[in-house]
């Protein structure tokens, strides 16, 4: 989620090419997402492009253990056993993490053949442990944009817009669910202002 403070304070002096990274994206699935951490710094000395994108993304392993917990969180409010004693806080709650983990269970694999919300609400024993199986399987062979190893993604673009485009590599439904950061090194930070701007 973004820092909506620094997305106020900052969003009035973006060019439109930086202004994409900031808000809501149209993924692949035709649903609205919302963007991962953006970070702007000024050129590093060792950084020879104007500008260099960076991502750091969740390691395959990362990537395991973070599925779980969506999976466990989406499956919470279906797991509950009738007269429960829960109150409508808790269960609003629950309700809340489980459409979060659910759209962004969508987003990464929406398009895989079997996947849906009955799937992943079966209960039948052993019925966990094969829907991760699976969930897992799929992510280890995602497609991650040339170049990204050991859970960083490092690429130089000449211009603000070409970091856009790069970014969107990343804003893709499949992949942005899986990106912790993605940081933006440019010579000169003057260069975000819009020249129309007042």
């Not at 702007?40 to 395959?60: C, G």
């Not at 966990?128 to 995602?142: E, G, T, Y």
Request: charged residues 30%; hydrophobic residues 35%; glycine residues 6%.
């Amino acid at each position: 989620m973004l820092d909506t403070t620094d997305l106020a304070h900052t969003v009035s002096h973006l060019s439109s090419a930086q202004l994409k990274v900031l808000t809501k994206y149209q993924g692949d699935q035709g649903s609205s997402v919302t963007s991962f951490v953006t970070e702007y710094r000024y050129k590093s000395a060792k950084q020879t492009s104007d500008f260099l994108v960076e991502a750091e993304y969740l390691k395959l392993d990362e990537i395991g253990d973070h599925l779980k917990e969506l999976l466990w969180s989406y499956r919470q409010p279906y797991a509950l056993k009738p007269g429960e004693d829960i109150s409508a806080e808790e269960y609003k709650a629950l309700e809340t993490e489980s459409q979060v983990a659910w759209d962004t269970l969508n987003a990464a694999f929406g398009d895989k053949a079997g996947f849906d919300e009955s799937w992943l609400k079966d209960f039948s024993s052993g019925a966990f442990d094969q829907v991760l199986s699976k969930l897992r399987s799929w992510a280890s062979s995602m497609e991650w944009p040339s170049g990204a190893e050991g859970g960083v993604w490092r690429v130089p673009a000449l211009t603000a817009e070409e970091c856009s485009e790069l970014t969107d590599k990343f804003m893709k439904d499949r992949l942005w669910p899986f990106t912790k950061i993605m940081r933006y090194f440019d010579p000169d930070q003057t260069s975000y202002l819009d020249p129309e701007a007042d």
